[in-house]
């Protein structure tokens, strides 16, 4: 099946560092990625939906100038947690689409960790 | 906007049973609905889908319904083993779903004691 692979697993950072979590797709080509949220115990919340060569879109409420997303090519998608503040620390999900196939085939990364001291 | 009710946090079954969860949405009806298994730290893995123009869908020991009117899907899970413990999520499209992006419930938590 396609792989998703995410990296870091985990992350640990100071208060104020930025943090960039990568998101691969391994064997196919991902023209959509999608960026989840989520805090123990709830569901993941969709932060922001990248297509490959353009401007993310992002959900009301998340700041795109915190939450940097590039999506250069058809197999990366990068997050990065600007000036990362303890309220950031959360689990971040990765998600990709790949190219011609229905809407709903999405496959999911494993997840990063992210906690901010 | 579309709000997702998974109704038991958490379900706790002994081995052998069947489990049940429950998923139920509130407004427009999706054109298709998923169910994803997520273990502790982990990202979600997708188990099944199932459009509205289906009744039931099957895969080995799973099940799940889709009930438009009912506004409701369940989830089964036969003869289940202490492996599938673990948290059960229902997704179905988001608006302008075309795209592909999802929207969660907070999940089930199901625990099979041997």
């Known amino acids: 099946g396609a792989v998703v692979s995410q990296h870091p697993s985990r992350v640990i950072c100071k208060s104020g560092t930025s943090v960039k979590i990568e998101c691969r797709s391994l064997?196919?080509?991902?023209?959509?990625m999608f960026w989840y949220r989520q805090f123990p115990k709830q569901s993941l919340m969709l932060m922001a939906t990248?297509?490959?060569?353009?401007?993310?879109?992002?959900e009301q409420g998340v700041e795109k100038d915190k939450f940097l997303i590039n999506h250069a090519s058809l197999t990366l998608s990068t997050l990065t947690v600007t000036s990362a503040h303890p309220e950031d620390s959360s689990f971040y999900i990765c998600?990709?689409?790949?190219?011609?196939?229905?809407?709903?085939?999405?496959?999911f990364g494993s997840g990063t960790q992210l906690s901010v001291l | 906007s579309q709000k997702i009710e998974q109704n038991s946090e958490a379900l706790n079954i002994q081995e052998g049973k069947t489990a049940t969860l429950t998923c139920n949405y509130t407004?427009?009806?999706?054109?298709?609905l998923q169910w994803y298994r997520q273990d502790p730290g982990r990202g979600p893995v997708f188990l099944l889908l199932?459009?509205?123009?289906?009744k039931e869908k099957r895969k080995e020991r799973l099940k799940v319904t889709f009930d438009t009117t009912l506004k409701q899907s369940l989830f089964h899970i036969t003869a289940s083993q202490p492996a599938d413990s673990a948290t059960y999520l229902c997704?179905?499209?988001?608006?302008?779903?075309?795209?592909?992006?999802?929207?969660f419930g907070k999940g089930t938590k199901l625990s099979v004691k041997p």
């Open positions: 990248s297509n490959e060569g353009s401007k993310a879109t992002y």
């Open positions: 407004n427009y009806s999706p054109a298709y």
């Open positions: 064997d196919f080509q991902a023209t959509t």
């Open positions: 998600s990709a689409k790949a190219a011609g196939t229905a809407a709903e085939k999405l496959f």
């Open positions: 997704a179905l499209e988001g608006y302008g779903g075309s795209q592909g992006n999802l929207i």
């Open positions: 199932i459009r509205e123009n289906e």
